[in-house]
Nanobody, 117 residues
């Protein structure tokens, strides 16, 4: 059973935009802090952005001013709007849900983002 279902990855030119989506259940969405991580080839998985159930956000320095995380309570979905994409943003992007009380984690299957001309 997939608890987090991602979509929206693809190939985009430098300077372009993409929006990633992560759909989940109401029980997860209403409690868990949601986030996006990424992993480039040969590198460790790194945190990109997070948003709490209350709507507080945080970002990695490398994406501040370019990426925006948001959540839609009506759709139980978290989004990552990525603008002004750079080649170094190329990675597999993973949606994450973290229970703030137990630290239990859910992970999505990952979606490939490739920034190339």
């Amino acid at each position: 059973q997939e608890h987090l279902v991602e979509s929206g990855g693809g190939l985009v030119q430098p300077g372009g935009s993409l929006r990633l989506s992560c759909a989940t259940s109401r029980s997860i969405f209403s409690v868990y802090a949601m986030g996006w991580y990424r992993q480039a080839p040969g590198k460790q998985r790194e945190l990109v952005a997070t948003i709490t159930s209350g709507g507080s956000t945080s970002y990695a320095d490398s994406v501040k001013g370019r990426f925006a995380i948001s959540r839609d309570s009506a759709k139980n979905t978290v989004y990552l709007q990525m603008n002004n994409l750079k080649a170094e943003d190329t990675a597999v992007y993973y949606c994450n849900g973290k229970n703030p009380f137990t630290t239990h984690n859910y992970w999505g299957q990952g979606t490939q983002v490739t920034v190339s001309s």
